[in-house]
């Protein structure tokens, strides 16, 4: 590998997904998504339990509402951590005439309607402001 290869190389995201695996196909994934800087936003975490913050409730809200949004996709478990959170979905067969939806396109989606919501919570609630991006670029994902 020459020195520009190298360097070109160390720039790009670390490919996280399975190669060759089609991330539409209908099943059930578990899903992390973290927090820019893996700052706490989105819960507290005491003796007595975990505790959502307003945007870690909003947050789930955001991610219950996902079916509403895909019609292929069921959510089942979520939890909010102070700086990332899991999920469980579920994409199901769709009528191939109207497309099946793939698990990224739900997920950059559903970043992008958080980040919307907790600017709004910025500007009137008041939450913690964040520079650059609210999350992380890539999740993590595993097939169950």
């Not at 003796?47 to 307003?54: A, I, M």
């Not at 870690?56 to 809200?61: D, F, M, Q, R, Y």
């Not at 991610?63 to 700086?83: H, I, N, Q, S, Y």
């Not at 970043?111 to 609210?134: C, D, E, M």
Request: proline share 6%; net charge negative; hydrophobic share 35%.
């Amino acid at each position: 590998m020459t020195g520009m290869e190298q360097r070109v190389e160390s720039t790009r995201r670390k490919v996280l997904c399975i190669p060759g695996y089609d991330y539409s196909t209908p099943g059930s994934y578990f899903v992390t998504i973290c927090a820019s800087d893996r700052l706490s936003r989105f819960s507290t975490v005491s003796e007595d339990g975990l505790y959502l913050t307003p945007a870690g409730s909003k947050v789930e809200l955001s991610w219950m509402d996902l079916p509403t949004r895909f019609p292929g996709v069921e959510v089942d478990e979520f939890v909010a951590m102070p700086d990332h959170l899991h999920g469980i979905l579920w994409l199901i067969a769709e009528d191939m005439d109207a497309g099946r939806v793939s698990l990224g396109k739900v997920i950059q989606a559903y970043k992008s309607l958080t980040t919307k919501h907790y600017i709004n919570g910025v500007r009137n609630q008041g939450w913690p402001s964040f520079a650059g991006r609210l999350w992380q670029p890539n999740y993590y994902e595993h097939i169950i």
